[in-house]
């Protein structure tokens, strides 16, 4: 079972010792955890980390993604978002570690929690796998590539052109499997740790993150170069596997997410507030210019993200969140999950039918043009099949009976 230890709301998170006074006020007011359990901050902040990843292919001087004719340009370009799109992923991974512990059932199964993450991601998955095979990726994907892409076992593969197969950020999806596959055993484990102790499994996860460049760097071959070596990251393709894309190793960013919420829960969490967390992140992003090229993708930002997912839950927890969590913020955040998964496909589409390269402002115009195509896009795939499918498949029939049964009065019971 997964079981969750809070039987009020959600506590606020200000202090690491000693839960806040307003814990109990937010325990009297359903309206208020009900509220709380939505995260609105969280889910607008989705989009901004879709679109990190969005503007850092945009960014890419590669072939199949370059639209600059200049190359000044198109190098400055890389160099202001050749780290965005790391930090785009590392946010989702731990804001998905985060928000499932957040939002554990109390009276939850194993097989009912993969029933809903199976039917809120495949059918998403596959659909953008079939566009992306038909629009781009078949003249030069194997077919054994292809079918280990579909099932989501491409990112176990340590060679480049497996890994990043087909739908280039399709990759992610293959660690969430894995991720989802371990959380129950997870959330059951991570309950029993005492609350004074979860800042020490915080920063010892923590320093595993900020440590794995430096394991890889020390017993991951260093040759062959793969082809982002021209780019400035003289590394192998094992290398930049291991370090960054393998399952089993994302599975830190996971599980510091999950810790995080159980800090954030439990009252054991020092809030440092948005604003700095965001200004602490920024200054980070700026340091990976400095750092070496397998640092700059999860070391230096993994903390400034933990501090701002949990500042941006406590200010949901407190109303006192605004912009990421308006309406349109939010909106944009539910449909974050198909932008992520059409926008490199319409960035090669289009790559693909424009002979030539550009002007920076005929670039501009292209690349607004691919953003709205890949909003509309995202949103038809968001409301025709990821919702509707999510609403009327995520639980069994016999689910459905209990909770119908559940609503009933007494007498008629």
Request: aromatic letters at 14%; charged letters at 15%.
């Amino acid at each position: 079972m997964i079981r969750d230890e809070t039987t009020g709301g959600r506590a606020p998170s200000t202090m690491m010792d000693k839960p806040p006074p307003a814990a109990k006020n937010l325990a009297r007011k359903p309206t208020e955890r009900r509220h709380a359990s939505r995260l609105p901050s969280l889910t607008g902040l989705r989009i901004a980390a879709a679109l990190l990843v969005f503007f850092n292919h945009v960014g890419l001087p590669l072939p199949h993604l370059r639209f600059l004719e200049s190359d000044a340009a198109a190098f400055r370009l890389f160099d202001m978002t050749g780290d965005a799109g790391s930090l785009g992923v590392v946010f989702f991974f731990v804001l998905s570690g985060f928000v499932l512990t957040w939002s554990a059932r109390g009276d939850d199964t194993a097989r009912r929690f993969w029933r809903r993450r199976f039917v809120k991601v495949y059918p998403n998955y596959a659909i953008t796998w079939a566009l992306a095979m038909v629009l781009v990726a078949s003249a030069y994907t194997p077919a054994g590539t292809a079918l280990a892409n579909l099932f989501m076992v491409h990112v176990w593969v340590p060679e480049f052109a497996v890994f990043s197969s087909v739908n280039e950020p399709s990759w992610s999806l293959g660690c969430e499997v894995l991720f989802y596959a371990s959380f129950p055993l997870l959330h059951n484990l991570f309950k029993r740790i005492r609350a004074g102790h979860l800042k020490y499994w915080i920063a010892g996860t923590a320093a595993a993150v900020m440590a794995t460049p430096l394991v890889t760097h020390l017993f991951v071959p260093d040759r062959p170069l793969f082809p982002g070596a021209a780019l400035g990251a003289p590394i192998s393709a094992e290398q930049y596997w291991f370090a960054y894309y393998m399952p089993a190793t994302r599975m830190l960013d996971f599980a510091l997410g999950m810790l995080v919420a159980q800090a954030v829960l439990r009252g054991r969490w020092f809030n440092i507030g948005m604003a700095w967390s965001a200004l602490l992140l920024v200054g980070s992003y700026v340091a990976c210019t400095f750092v070496p090229f397998l640092y700059a993708q999860r070391s230096m930002t993994i903390v400034p993200i933990i501090f701002l997912i949990a500042a941006a839950a406590s200010s949901d927890i407190k109303g006192k969140s605004r912009f990421w969590s308006s309406r349109p913020m939010v909106w944009l955040g539910e449909i974050s999950f198909a932008f992520y998964l059409i926008h490199f496909i319409v960035l090669t589409f289009l790559r693909k039918q424009l002979d030539g390269f550009f002007s920076v402002w005929e670039t501009a115009g292209i690349v607004t043009l691919a953003l709205g195509v890949t909003v509309l896009l995202s949103w038809a795939l968001y409301a025709l099949v990821e919702r509707p499918i999510t609403r009327r498949w995520s639980t069994s029939p016999g689910e459905r009976r209990e909770r119908d049964q559940d609503r009933l009065p007494a007498a008629a019971v």
